[in-house]
């Protein structure tokens, strides 16, 4: 059986558990500012995708 508040960590948790304390509020800008300088290329690649509904 697991104890779940202290056997499984996820999100926040998991990634400052993980690299230390504010991890995940950095994983988190890092994602945003990728997501932001790709966003050209990523829409590019998803509309094939919409073609087609």
Known sequence: MLDLQH???IAEELWNF???EGTYTE??????DAGIE???????????????F
Do not use: M
């Open 7 to 9: 056997d499984i960590l």
């Open 38 to 52: 790709l966003r050209d290329e990523i829409d590019n690649y998803f509309e094939r995708f919409r073609e087609n």
């Open 18 to 20: 993980i690299g230390g």
């Open 27 to 32: 994983l988190l800008k890092v994602f945003e």
